[in-house]
């Protein structure tokens, strides 16, 4: 089956920088999309970048500006650079991918890996 693997979390302090990987392994047909979300205590679930395959990449608001988020075809990853890091980014982050398996679009979710801005 399709997997997605996040890596990259950690503790970093107020205004740093992180960079998050996905990697996916399967046989994957095709995509429709490759993205980041995250979802702190007590809050929903949020977009925070959204790579459609031939198209743009997407943004949430509140990261617009600090985070980029890009695929590496040869390598089926996808990564996420954060900078400008605050408390406010602290939350569990999950990779996702609408793609296309064993003939059905599948909507697949990784682990998470967490994230902490802290001083």
């Known amino acids: 089956q399709v997997q997605l693997v996040e890596s990259g979390g950690g503790l970093v302090q107020p205004g740093g920088s992180l960079r998050l990987s996905c990697a996916a392994s399967g046989s994957i047909s095709s995509w429709r999309t490759m993205g980041w979300y995250r979802q702190a205590p007590g809050k929903e679930r949020e977009l925070v970048a959204l790579?459609?395959?031939?198209?743009?990449?997407n943004y949430g608001d509140s990261v617009k500006g600090r985070f980029t988020s890009s695929r590496d075809n040869a390598k089926n990853m996808v990564s996420l650079q954060m900078n400008s890091l605050s408390a406010e980014d602290t939350a569990v982050y999950y990779c996702n991918a609408v793609v296309l398996y064993s003939g059905l679009w599948r909507t697949v979710w990784g682990q998470g890996t967490q994230v902490t801005v802290s001083s």
């Open positions: 790579i459609i395959n031939g198209g743009t990449t």
